[in-house]
């Protein structure tokens, strides 16, 4: 199975939850062979979503599963109210990412600067705490992006895994899966989310993986997906995670 579980049709307020917008991302995953398509769009664009659109689709491309996630960007306690918000709804899966340390949007190429005012250690530290937390709270399937951190190049002197092998534990206690998020070749830092590293430590501590794109624009969907799943293949992977309904099911890998 050939998995995109991370795409954004809203992107960052560029297209609207049109049947004409959104109809392209599904269009461009079944010419790439992707079999599950999971639209995660930010929580803070909650409100623009059309949640009869997703039905829409289904029935106009029965070749693909559609699924119904939404990516919650964690910040240590202002997430209570958008996870009140999403019961509500019937998601499939809920992405946790972090994309901020005291409001500072560090993966921001706008706030570069503040980089310069931390001390790789503790930014590292920091920033895995905030994951952890995120996992804590058993509100959330997958781990977006883990490694994000590292997007402009900015690496700590520490070995990464004295960060990641504590956060590991709490994610494998939550029972979530860890993205494979080919969006970060595509990033100064030019290397997958996360590093082949970080993944060998994920097998060694039997945490399940899915693979995402992270698109935000059509032609991006399923975009070295192939790469991700022979990565993923190398260290010994050989199932995929999809959810439904929040229920983790795994499937044959590729």
Same mark, same amino acid.
């Not at 781990?143 to 070995?159: A, E, M, N, Q, T």
């Not at 060998?200 to 975009?223: L, N, Y």
């Given at each position: 199975?050939?998995?995109?579980?991370h795409?954004?049709?809203?992107?960052?307020?560029?297209f609207?939850?049109?049947?004409?917008?959104?109809?392209?991302?599904?269009e461009?995953?079944?010419?790439?062979?992707?079999?599950?398509?999971?639209?995660t769009?930010h929580?803070?664009?909650?409100?623009?979503?059309?949640?009869?659109?997703?039905?829409?689709?289904?029935?106009?491309?029965?070749? @693909?599963?559609?699924?119904?996630? =939404?990516?919650?960007? /964690?910040?240590?306690? +202002?997430?209570?109210?958008? %996870?009140?918000?999403? &019961?509500?709804?019937?998601?499939?899966?809920?992405i946790?990412s972090?994309?901020?340390?005291?409001?500072?949007?560090?993966?921001?190429?706008d706030?570069?600067?503040?980089?310069?005012?931390?001390?790789?250690?503790?930014?590292y530290?920091?920033?895995?705490?905030?994951?952890?937390?995120?996992?804590?709270?058993?509100?959330?399937q @997958?781990?977006?992006?883990?490694? =994000?951190?590292?997007? /402009?190049?900015?690496? +700590?002197?520490k070995?990464? %895994?004295?960060?990641? &092998?504590?956060?590991?534990?709490?994610?494998?206690?939550?029972n979530?899966?860890?993205?494979?998020?080919?969006?970060?070749?595509?990033?100064?830092?030019?290397?997958?989310?996360?590093?082949?590293?970080?993944?060998?430590?994920?097998?060694s501590?039997?945490?399940?993986?899915?693979?995402?794109?992270?698109?935000?624009?059509?032609?991006?969907?399923?975009?070295?997906?192939?790469?991700?799943?022979?990565?993923?293949? +190398?260290?010994?992977?050989?199932?995929?995670?999809?959810?439904?309904?929040?229920e983790?099911?795994m499937?044959?890998?590729?």
């Amino acid at each position: 199975m050939i998995v995109d579980y991370h795409v954004h049709g809203l992107a960052h307020g560029e297209f609207k939850h049109t049947l004409e917008d959104i109809k392209p991302f599904v269009e461009t995953a079944i010419k790439r062979g992707v079999g599950e398509l999971g639209f995660t769009e930010h929580d803070r664009f909650f409100n623009e979503i059309d949640f009869d659109l997703y039905e829409t689709l289904r029935e106009m491309f029965p070749q @693909v599963k559609i699924r119904m996630g =939404l990516e919650v960007d /964690f910040r240590n306690g +202002s997430e209570q109210e958008i %996870l009140k918000q999403m &019961e509500k709804y019937n998601f499939d899966y809920i992405i946790g990412s972090v994309h901020e340390i005291n409001r500072w949007p560090f993966d921001n190429a706008d706030f570069m600067d503040e980089y310069h005012k931390w001390e790789e250690e503790k930014l590292y530290e920091s920033y895995f705490q905030i994951i952890s937390d995120m996992a804590a709270t058993g509100q959330f399937q @997958v781990v977006g992006h883990l490694d =994000l951190i590292k997007v /402009f190049g900015y690496r +700590s002197r520490k070995d990464v %895994l004295e960060y990641v &092998e504590p956060v590991l534990k709490v994610i494998k206690k939550s029972n979530m899966a860890v993205e494979i998020n080919t969006n970060g070749w595509h990033k100064p830092v030019k290397e997958v989310y996360p590093e082949e590293k970080i993944l060998r430590a994920c097998f060694s501590h039997g945490i399940p993986i899915t693979t995402s794109s992270d698109a935000h624009r059509p032609e991006q969907v399923g975009r070295d997906i192939d790469k991700a799943i022979q990565i993923a293949k +190398s260290i010994g992977y050989k199932e995929v995670a999809t959810f439904s309904n929040k229920e983790m099911i795994m499937q044959k890998l590729g």
